[in-house]
């Protein structure tokens, strides 16, 4: 077992081992004195843990319940946590009480937003069961939602309890979702870790998968316990967001997986820094090279100038600018803000 310290305002542990679901109930007991748990799930993860998490909690006292929602970004929406709060009314949650966030990161997002809103808050825990939620959403105490205007516009700043990180949950996931993963993963390597991006070029990262997932979540444990309210630093985790989240938008939200979007995103940005002189030459071809590697896409059906235009009322503009961040080359890092009245012009489009 690998155990991680996230030393923010809410202190908490994060647990990676391969089985760790089975126990879950234990660990869980261990950091609360709740009577009542409630699991949310989405209907692709419920049918194959629910039952296991829900035993495991029971076996350790707790009065359980389950709530599950339609898998996919089409339910993150504030409909859905309505239907959570009328759950939660209805199973007699109260401000002592727990729930657990079972799945991928709509699933985590979602849940972390009804425990951070209900009855003014209650603690939650993260059972993560996609690669993109174990090494990324699970961690850092993010919640939301999206609106029609754009993704997680809604949301609060909420830690989980304790993150519980099972790799073997990573069997049942699809191809597409792996890939998924993988964006965030690369991501990673891009902005922090020359060494992590070397290693996903050099070896195959489904072999070495429990090795990534700890050197992704202590990266982004660093950044988290310097700015957990994404006031300067933490905004570097965004590479490659700004114009994926757009690309998201393009797409309905439902064309494209929010991991293959920052892929896009981020090598299109890199494209364009990299021509500026602003990235070290070579970045993008190696960049693209990688994302090909593990069957991300590369280029997007939309034109440069929709998807500028679709950063607009993106949740990292700040008064009249939006924050950008740029490779000075792999493994290294910095945060650009430009006006957006100008992002037409500066890149091209």
Known sequence: MKTIDVKTGRSYKIYIERGII????????EITGAVRAAVISDSNVAPLYAQTVMSSLSENGFETSLFTFPAGEASKRLSTIEAMY????????????????????????????AAASFLRGIDFVQIPTSLLSQVDSSVGGKTGVDL?????????????????IDPDTLETLPDKFFRDG??????????????????LEREDAREIIDEIIF????????????????????????????????????????????GEAVSVGALILTKITEEKGLTEAGT???????????????????PLADIVAATRGDKKSSGRSLSFVFLDKIGSCYIKKLPVEGLSEYFGA
């Open 215 to 258: 050197e992704c979540v202590s990266i982004k444990r660093d950044v988290v316990e310097n700015d957990e309210r994404d006031t300067g630093e933490r905004a570097i985790l965004n590479f490659g967001h700004t114009f994926g989240h757009a690309i998201e938008k393009l797409g309905g939200y439902s064309a494209i997986t929010h």
């Open 284 to 302: 993008a071809q190696r960049l693209r090279a990688l994302l090909e590697k593990y069957s991300l896409p590369t280029s997007a059906e939309y």
């Open 86 to 113: 009328d759950f939660l009314c209805d199973k007699g949650i109260t401000r002592t009480d727990i729930i657990v966030a079972l799945g991928g990161g709509v699933t985590g997002d979602m849940a972390g937003f």
């Open 22 to 29: 089975n126990n879950a109930g234990s660990y869980i007991r």
């Open 182 to 199: 993988m964006g965030e993963v690369i991501k990673y390597g891009c902005i922090r870790s020359a060494s992590l991006f070397e290693k």
């Open 148 to 164: 029609a205007y754009g993704k997680n516009l809604v949301g609060a700043f909420w830690q989980p309890s304790v993150v519980l």
